[in-house]
């Protein structure tokens, strides 16, 4: 066993980091790599997986041939992953962590994102569920066959710990949460580290404001109708004043650029204030805590709910939206319809998984099967499905 070795993303790291070298390691025992710590082994194995590459053809609010332009899952999880890893850097955290839990985010989303989410839950409701942070675990835990010695990443635990929790406490876990807590305890009744929590406000900045520029692109609503809206309104009307007629792509970017940089500060000086206030001396005095430590302000929450229902109206609800919506709710609709009745209809290596028609097992295959898909493979398994003169 080699010596575990310091990235710069832990020299100097704060008390209450996650430390490379104290992880709780992994389910199935792997040596320590002589020049990679291993949370930067376990970025580096979300990036090589299959999962991930995928991301570039799932949709984040556009279907992938709507425009080049929109973000995708892919784009998104990039986004995600620079927000988060320079934040954990000013705030002393461990950055390879945070990277790695912001490449993972969005590993288990649906082709469609959260139409096909919302076709695939009901449809999986008796049959164990489905959502789309749960698939996130059983991809990183069983879907991805890589490795000789495992299925799955064979992630850290504090990796994993930050995934299923990053959102806070689980307290009515999946039958997957369950099966793999069963031998590899996550502390699911405690917030995650503060990696995981910064990772998920990460999020939280990233699409509110990439969906600002892709819904203004779109032209689903206006700078105008953005006057309103606490925090961005007036930085748009700031930006008109300073540089009156400036290009309408210009002057998003600039809007974005900057509520991108104060809702980061906010983040960094609220939770500057929590760590002062609770004073975490280790990785598990975070998680022990009563509330989060990584936050906004009172204020900037309000800002983000603010946003967050505006884009709800005025983005996710507009009707061209709703329409291919309609339309992607459908197709995984019938994909799921047919391939449960029919698993003979499945590729080969996906029907010696699954279980008789109409079973749990086979649920639960056509589930994994469907929610590995990009957009654009859901499309073409749907016409070789159901057009009769297309090949199969």
Known sequence: MVATPVSPASAGAAPFACHPAASRGRLIAEPDHAERSVFQRDRDRVLHSTAFRRLQYKTQVFIYHEGDHYRTRLTHSLEVAQIARSTARALRLNEDLAEALALAHDLGHTPFGHAGEDALAPLMATHGGFSHNDQTLRILTRLERRYAGFDGLNLTWETLEGVVKHNGPVHAPSA???????????????????????????????????????????????????????????????????????EPSRLTHEAVRRLINLMVSDLLA???????????????????????????????????????????????????????????????????????????????????????????????????????????????????????????
């Open 176 to 246: 997957t949460i369950l099966a793999y807590n069963a031998g590899h305890d996550l502390w699911l009744d405690s917030f995650a580290g503060a990696e995981a929590q910064l990772a998920a406000l990460a999020d939280d900045i990233a699409y509110n404001n990439h969906d600002i520029d892709d819904g203004l692109r779109a032209g689903l609503f206006t700078v105008d109708d953005l006057e309103d809206v606490p925090l961005v309104g007036p930085v748009f009307h700031a930006l008109r004043q300073a540089h009156p007629g400036l």
């Open 270 to 392: 609220e939770t500057r204030r929590r760590i002062a206030a609770l004073k975490p001396d280790s990785a598990d005095a975070v998680r022990r805590l009563d509330r989060p430590l990584v936050a906004f302000s009172d204020a900037m929450q309000a800002n983000d709910r603010a946003l967050k229902d505006f884009l709800f109206e005025r983005m996710y609800r507009h009707y061209r939206v709703n329409r291919m919506t309609s339309k992607a709710r459908r197709v995984v609709q019938d994909l799921f319809g047919l391939l449960f009745a029919e698993p003979q209809t499945l590729p080969t290596e996906w029907q010696r998984q699954a279980g008789a028609p109409n079973t749990p097992e086979t649920a639960r295959v056509v589930a994994d099967y469907i929610a590995g898909m990009t957009d654009r493979f859901a499309l073409d398994e749907h016409r070789r499905l159901f057009d009769l003169h297309e090949r199969t």
